[in-house]
């Protein structure tokens, strides 16, 4: 015994199977097996009103809003032109920090500013005798300058190239100056 009016057939042309369990098409509004429901399956002409994607730059990789009617290729071509941040012949500086010390070219990614006169300078120029500091509150001598290395040695761990040996060693040629 038959029940012809339970399921529908599947609207695909090359399909037509009798489905009890049809899946509507949100887009096209007809009826489809578990096949070929989708819009690509069924090769639907309105998915592109339901069937949303957001095109992204080649360029920058940020994605790129398309409103609903227009064409995803058009809008990311606006973008190239107009607003997009990619700049092949401008690279972004990574040392930027430019050392104070007169004479000296050097330049750091991070600013490292003098506690005393508040000048930037480089990891061989950080420390105040280093770079011949006369300003701020404090008088700067040996002894100090001992002290300050020590606990910037703490602070800077792999990045401090000095060691003990040679903190002793520099002290003893200029107590012999």
Known sequence: MEFPDLGKHCAEETCKQLDFLPLKCDACEQDFCKDHFTYAAHKCPFAFKKDVQVPVCPLCNNPVPVKKGEIPD?????????????????????FTYRCSKEGCKKKEMLQVACDQCRGNFCIQHRHPLDHSCKRGSRPVSIAGCSAARASESKRWGALNTLSSSWLAQQFRSKVKR
Do not use: A, L
């Not at 990311?76 to 990574?94: A, M």
């Open 74 to 94: 058009v809008v990311v071509g606006e973008h190239i032109d107009r607003d997009c941040k990619y700049r092949p012949g401008k690279k972004d500086k990574i």
